[in-house]
T-cell receptor, first 115, second 113 residues
Framework: AQKVTQAQTEISVVEKEDVTLDCVYE???????LFWYKQPPSGELVFLIR??????QNEISGRYSWNFQKSTSSFNFTITASQVVDSAVYFC????????????FGQGTELSVKP | DTGVSQNPRHKITKRGQNVTFRCDPI?????LYWYRQTLGQGPEFLTY????????KSRLLSDRFSAERPKGSFSTLEIQRTEQGDSAMYLC???????????FGPGTRLTVL
């Protein structure tokens, strides 16, 4: 079975702090994809990143960075110098190669960035 | 084409009534997915289409739920005899297979009284 766990339900930080959102996954598939989505208060899920299971290279995009470690089945997301506009619920998701593209989501982490 | 659209955005209905939601995917996307999201939870997969063919249905999709994508473009999700437990946000997403970034619509929030 596939499962995604985001142990942090809520995180609160002060603007300009760095924050890391944890994601741990379980899958029996040898090829799979990992995703992060952002859900602001408006409700629409916004795609942030996709990672293939065979590519463990970490990625940086502006203030965002992602650390994929297959050995610990983790795909953590770090926001550097957080801003109030980063306040949202963040979801980690998993899709196996042979699962038709359907996403298995974690429970989400609600990030609150205070000025 | 600016993205996935869903209508209506909000629906309030009485228990026992039927409701239908519509999703218009990004035009060149051949796959369309439906998810349900309850408060404080991540979205849960319901069903998906490749063009007009419905390829998988979750066991969450009881026989009161039916989805169609008649011409491989827009899709409808119908819930018959709604129950209070059906209250949720219903999300639609599309992607261009074989790429697998799904793009989501704004959702339809259903409230069953």
């Amino acid at each position: 079975a596939q499962k995604v766990t985001q142990a942090q339900t809520e995180i609160s930080v002060v603007e300009k702090e760095d924050v890391t959102l944890d994601c741990v996954y379980e899958t029996r598939d040898t090829t799979y994809y990992l995703f992060w989505y952002k859900q602001p208060p408006s409700g629409e899920l916004v795609f942030l990143i996709r990672r293939n299971s065979f590519d463990e290279q970490n990625e940086i995009s502006g203030r965002y960075s992602w650390n994929f470690q297959k050995s610990t089945s983790s795909f953590n997301f770090t926001i550097t110098a957080s801003q109030v506009v980063d306040s949202a619920v963040y979801f980690c998701a998993l899709s196996g190669l042979w699962q038709g593209g359907k996403l298995i989501f974690g429970q989400g982490t609600e990030l609150s960035v205070k000025p | 084409d600016t993205g996935v659209s869903q209508n209506p955005r909000h629906k309030i209905t009485k228990r026992g009534q039927n409701v239908t939601f519509r999703c218009d995917p990004i035009s060149e996307h051949n796959r369309l997915y439906w998810y349900r999201q309850t408060l404080g939870q991540g979205p849960e997969f319901l069903t998906y289409f490749q063009n007009e063919a419905q390829l998988e249905k979750s066991r969450l999709l009881s026989d009161r739920f039916s989805a169609e994508r008649p011409k491989g473009s827009f899709s409808t999700l119908e819930i018959q005899r709604t129950e209070q437990g059906d209250s949720a946000m219903y999300l639609c997403a599309s992607l261009e297979f074989p790429y697998n970034e799904q793009f989501f619509g704004p959702g339809t929030r259903l409230t069953v009284l």
